[in-house]
């Protein structure tokens, strides 16, 4: 069994507090030494609350799935015999009620993009079923109890 530890920071710097008019901003330090700038999302929490160049904790979310696919999908491809170029994915979640009434990520897209190698591009089918086995290996995903969809684009430059 593996443990994963993050440190969350925050400090209040004088302002005021009960008033709701403090900074929202924070740090994410990751047991590996990654340091990453923290806050609540302008969609929630308008500026100066809240920095939109930071990483908010629904923008994070939607990045760990489409992380953990895409390091599955590369590590399954590359056992089948195919030679991954690149992998982009515009991955894209959506915050709403749930089923209780509750704000939260209901359905995250995934929409990887993904060159090969020439004369190492699996055929759709194929290309579809290493999505689907990613999908069903990614640590993530099988955490969550949201929708999480892949819908691969496949490009004509994609397929070799």
């Not at 440190?7 to 005021?16: G, K, Q, V």
């Not at 008033?19 to 047991?31: A, C, K, V």
């Not at 929490?45 to 923008?59: C, G, I, Q, T």
């Not at 982009?88 to 509750?102: F, H, S, W």
Request: glycine share 4%; hydrophobic share 40%.
């Amino acid at each position: 069994m593996a443990q994963h530890s993050t440190t969350i920071f925050w400090e209040r710097d004088n302002a005021a507090f009960t008033d709701h008019r403090y900074s929202r901003r924070h740090t994410w330090l990751f047991d590996g030494g990654a340091v990453v700038p923290g806050s609540s999302s302008p969609h929630v929490v308008p500026k100066p609350y809240s920095d939109p160049a930071a990483v908010d904790p629904e923008e994070a979310f939607v990045a760990s799935l489409s992380s953990c696919h895409m390091l599955w999908f590369l590590d399954l491809a590359a056992r089948d015999g195919w030679v991954a170029d690149s992998y982009r994915d515009e991955a894209v979640g959506t915050l709403a009620r749930n089923e209780e009434g509750r704000q939260a990520i209901t359905r995250v897209v995934l929409r990887p993009a993904v060159q090969f190698a020439p004369g190492h591009c699996p055929a759709p089918d194929e290309l579809h079923d290493l999505h689907h086995r990613a999908h069903a290996s990614c640590f993530i995903a099988n955490s969550v109890k949201t929708e999480v969809l892949c819908e691969p684009r496949i490009e004509s430059e994609t397929h070799s």
